[in-house]
């Protein structure tokens, strides 16, 4: 007697993968974030928004004397201290200039920042002094130190007041002046590859087919990469064919540190950037559980010639992954096409990872805490990022349309309400908000 053949299960459809946190998300790329090699040396006036390559000590103190801080009188505590409140006027001694050694019994007439002249001990502002021809009365006693500022009162000689690392604002810059660097050596720009997928994407000024939009992601993308200080290569819009965008990323991977695309990362049947990747590199990381913005890719195409796997798996274990990476792949990052989702997706995990690869050590933006002036019904499983603007009473509103094909949304807020999954705000309620200004430089 056979036994009974059991009945056939219809077949399952392949488990996705979980999508990433956007703490996970972000701490892949920045795990795999190297700084890039090479640096070169510019004067400091166009070192703004640079990143410094190495150190900057000191070479001096500052101030490098002690000088007056208020327009007054330099004179003796202990001579006023005995009565005497008349004194010759022995010297004048404006700032930049040498004095001479203050002569016992006298005052020397001072200025803001002027070198206080060996003997004396205080300033004396002159609103406390009455001047009447070679000779000052002082209404005041001081006491010693007073209105100085001593020598290496702001720097040390010897002391890092720049640490490598540092993205050069202008008051850097000036701290870097103040001990005399003409120069600064800094990382070199970053070298950013950047392209548009879309058969429907159209530049301003020409006309618009049915079905067509204008790239407005061309002029965001380009101009947070030059904000960045990248140097950026547009390979401008690619069609919408599978070799058109594995010959793209072939050729960007040539000489560039990342490449970056827009559009094509989702899984429909025109959408070509995820299977070139694969084809041409690898993929590390694809969809994140965050609104807007979920299909974001990241990974790593291969450098022409570098094809030989032994070869790069023994650099990999001589010199770590980065060292491996830098030698034979280009990283790949992929953003989504909708306009919203590419602007918020760039801020969040672009340009920190972009600062990453230019050295700089701390990429975690600052955030506030703040009460929302509004109501959302409803949270989102995933991890929703909410254009809102401070209001004037503090509080946050919240843009009206929340849709990630809705620009004016990043226009009309001034940052992003980080809300967690399933999470349903409250007026009243103390929110975590990101400013663009945290964002944007």
């Given at each position: ?207 618009l087919a049915p079905g067509a939009i ?16 990248c140097d950026v290569t547009d390979y ?206």
């Amino acid at each position: 007697m056979s036994t009974p053949t059991p009945p056939t299960s219809p077949a399952q459809p392949a488990q996705r993968a979980p999508m990433l946190s956007t703490a996970d998300a972000l701490a892949t790329l920045l795990g795999a974030a190297v700084q890039i090699d090479g640096t070169e040396t510019l004067p400091t006036l166009d070192a703004t928004n640079r990143v410094l390559a190495v150190d900057v000590v000191s070479p001096l103190d500052v101030p490098p004397m002690n000088t007056s801080s208020m327009d007054g009188y330099a004179v003796r505590v202990a001579e006023l201290s005995q009565g005497e409140r008349r004194l010759p006027i022995s010297q004048r001694i404006p700032a930049g200039h040498a004095p001479q050694p203050l002569a016992q019994g006298t005052a020397a007439r001072i200025f803001t920042g002027a070198t206080v002249p060996l003997g004396a001990d205080a300033i004396v502002m002159q609103e406390q002094t009455e001047a009447a021809g070679d000779e000052v009365t002082i209404l005041h006693t001081p006491k010693a130190g007073e209105w100085i500022t001593q020598q290496g009162a702001d720097i040390r000689k010897g002391a890092t007041i720049l640490p490598a690392g540092t993205r050069l604002t202008p008051q850097a810059l000036g701290l870097a002046a103040s001990v005399g660097c003409a120069n600064l050596e800094v990382v070199r720009r970053v070298k950013v590859a950047v392209f548009f997928t879309g058969d429907e994407l159209t530049m301003p000024g020409e006309p618009l087919a049915p079905g067509a939009i204008y790239n407005s992601n061309r002029f965001t993308l380009t101009g947070l990469l030059h904000k960045l200080g990248c140097d950026v290569t547009d390979y401008g819009i690619v069609p919408d064919k599978l070799d058109a965008t594995r010959q793209t990323l072939r050729d960007a991977a040539q000489a560039h540190d990342l490449i970056l695309t827009c559009g094509g990362v989702s899984v429909g049947e025109e959408d070509h950037v995820k299977p070139a990747v694969e084809a041409e590199g690898r993929l590390s990381m694809w969809q994140i559980a965050m609104k807007p913005g979920k299909p974001l890719a990241f990974g790593a195409i291969r450098r022409g010639g570098a094809t030989d796997a032994g070869a790069r798996t023994a650099a990999q274990a001589a010199d770590g992954p980065g060292a491996a990476r830098a030698a034979h792949e280009t990283f790949f990052i992929g953003l989504p096409g909708n306009p919203v989702s590419t602007f918020v997706t760039f801020l969040l995990f672009v340009r920190p990872f972009l600062l990453r690869l230019a050295g700089v050590r701390t990429v975690t933006p600052r955030a506030l805490s703040l009460r929302a002036d509004f109501t959302q019904q409803k949270g989102d499983r995933r991890n929703e990022f909410l254009r809102a603007r401070v209001n004037a009473a503090g509080g946050l509103d919240l843009f009206p349309n929340q849709s990630s094909a809705v620009l004016t949304s990043t226009v009309w807020g001034d940052g992003l309400i980080d809300n967690p999954p399933n999470h349903v705000i409250s007026a009243g309620e103390t929110v975590r908000f990101i400013p663009f200004s945290e964002l944007l430089n």
